[in-house]
């Protein structure tokens, strides 16, 4: 929103000032470069709430594709490895949100372009571990209710709701992980 309202800003002083030829372009420019970038922050939310092949094709091989996608975009090498598994649909969308949340706060914060990603099932429950190799931080769980810690505080939110934990371990200069477990009763969902 933020973005478009910057965008929408420009072409207003387009709109309602007069001004020379060039002046007028280098303000078209800044307002195309917003939408632009507003575009894609609008389809990364909407792909992060939950892609259809999520649905369709499972959790692994929607961030199989997701990942190579990134790889090719950002040029970070991502060491992807996870069982062929498929889990019942509410576990399978907490799990994506909470990944994707990781690799959006290492995207964002952790200056890093190495990532290593784990999902392994055993004795009905998944575990899930995001690793950067980044700048990290000072974490204390105690201080997640700080503006710069939402996603933090959503990524255990979530792991709680499927009465799983996430834990989230950082020290600066050296990185951070997230691990998560998520027990999932032993019914796994049949897929076409």
């Known amino acids: 929103t933020q973005t478009m309202v910057s965008a929408f800003q420009y072409l207003q002083i387009l709109e309602t000032t007069s001004l020379e030829a060039s002046q007028a372009k280098q303000l078209l420019l800044k307002a195309s470069a917003l939408v632009k970038q507003a575009i894609q922050e609008s389809r990364e939310v909407?792909?992060?709430l939950q892609p259809a092949t999520l649905r369709d094709l499972g959790l692994v091989a929607t961030l199989?594709?997701?990942?190579?996608?990134?790889e090719q975009e950002t040029r970070w090498k991502i060491d992807f490895k996870a069982d062929a598994i498929r889990l019942p649909q509410d576990v399978e969308t907490g799990l994506y949100r909470i990944i994707r949340?990781?690799?959006t706060n290492a995207r964002k914060h952790a200056d890093t372009k190495r990532l290593r990603i784990r999902i392994t099932s055993a004795d009905n429950r998944v575990k899930v571990e995001v690793r950067d190799w980044g700048v990290g931080f000072d974490y204390n769980p105690r201080d997640m209710l700080g503006r710069r810690s939402t996603g933090l505080l959503s990524m255990r939110k979530r792991a709680e709701l499927l009465q799983g934990a996430c834990d989230i371990q950082s020290t600066t200069g050296q990185g951070?992980?997230?691990?998560?477990?998520?027990?999932?009763?032993?019914?796994r969902e049949q897929h076409g």
Not at 64 to 70: G, K, S, T
Not at 176 to 187: K, N
């Open 101 to 103: 949340e990781a690799i």
């Open 46 to 48: 909407i792909n992060s």
């Open 64 to 70: 199989r594709q997701e990942i190579r996608q990134m």
């Open 176 to 187: 951070t992980v997230v691990s998560v477990e998520i027990p999932f009763s032993g019914r």
